[in-house]
């Protein structure tokens, strides 16, 4: 894949690229948009295509692409959150290895994934080295949520935000990926246009099917009295709960849309969009504070229940 290839994109980081290689903008992008809009693959993209020593850059062939695809170039770093966060110390170690010459290139190429896991304190480690940059180094930070990154730390970045696809664009990345068209089209909606969600449905054997378990939970719910009965399949699913909201959120997402007058992402599905009692936006709503209950050690089930009481009682259509 190239850079020109990238739906939405292409041109945009081409143009980057080659100023990047004059030296007219500045060392460091900061990649913003929601999950599986494309960030992190542009950004390997961009650093392969700068350590490409081939004509068609990224070729893919030349011994430089060769290794950073096997993740083994010696001027590419990748700092990535192997817990829960990335500290301190990790970006101290980062620090040390940029201060030593690049082995191949004219400079290192540093990659930080979901930067908004950086602490508090890696945050201002690393800021030092972005305030007085040595000209030796390109960065790229990637994240969902920017608002978790210091002011400081956005503000000596070039920011370039993603956003999903149209589901024409989403299927054509797909369909050049080698996915049928038919196939392409349906994953295209079910992800609303992002390429990423596509792809993760794609290789998901067990979607479909918890997707229709999810759907027929949200179905059943009609009242107080319904919500035990409506959340006990979805309940037995340990270890699925994030599929689970992910699901409920593309859902809610389509249901707002339809709910605005427009055509949802999902067209196969428009009359049963249609048939549902549930408004979009507070289901929308329900799956954010589920997903804040879960973060601070409330059980999936209580969860769950907390979030269909909360439907049932103001967020059902025609109550």
């Given amino acids: 894949m190239k850079i020109s290839d990238f739906a939405g994109y292409g041109d945009k980081m081409e143009q980057l690229m080659r100023s990047v290689q004059a030296g007219r903008i500045v060392h460091a992008l900061l990649l913003t948009g929601p999950h599986g809009s494309g960030k992190r693959t542009m950004a390997r993209l961009f650093a392969q295509a700068m350590v490409c020593t081939g004509h068609d850059r990224p070729c893919g062939a030349c011994p430089a692409c060769k290794r950073f695809l096997a993740g083994s170039h010696p001027d590419v770093h990748v700092v990535r959150p192997e817990k829960k966060s990335i500290g301190v110390d990790e970006v101290r170690e980062l620090i040390d290895a940029l201060a030593l010459r690049p082995y191949e290139g004219g400079r290192h190429i540093v990659i930080v994934e979901q930067a908004d896991k950086l602490t508090p304190s890696a945050q201002n480690a690393l800021l030092k080295t972005l305030e007085s940059p040595s000209g030796e180094a390109m ?6 949520a920017p608002g978790a990154l210091l002011p400081t730390i956005v503000s000596r970045c070039q920011t370039v935000r993603f956003s999903d696809l149209s589901v024409e664009d989403c299927a054509g990345v797909l369909k050049r990926r080698g996915i049928e068209p038919e196939r392409a089209r349906e994953l295209a909606g ?3 246009g992002s390429v990423g969600r596509a792809l993760e449905i794609d290789g998901d054997g067990e979607y479909r099917a918890l997707r229709q378990k999810v759907l027929a939970s949200l179905e059943a719910l009609n009242g107080r009295a319904s919500v035990a ?8 699913d340990k270890g699925s709960e994030d599929a689970m909201l992910g699901v409920m959120e593309i859902w809610a ?12 992402y999902q067209s196969g599905d428009e009359a049963r969009l249609r048939r549902s009692k549930i ?3 507070a289901l929308l709503n329900g799956v954010v504070l589920a997903r ?11 969860a769950l229940e907390n979030m269909y009481f909360q439907l049932t009682d103001s967020g059902l259509i025609g109550r």
């Fill in 139 to 144: 960065f790229f930070l990637v994240t969902d």
């Fill in 279 to 281: 408004d979009g936006r």
């Fill in 190 to 192: 079910l992800s609303q």
């Fill in 253 to 264: 997402r389509d249901l707002m849309v339809l709910q605005s007058g427009a055509l949802p």
């Fill in 229 to 236: 009965g409506a959340a006990a399949p979805l309940e037995e």
């Fill in 292 to 302: 804040m209950q879960l973060a601070s050690n409330v059980s999936w089930p209580n």
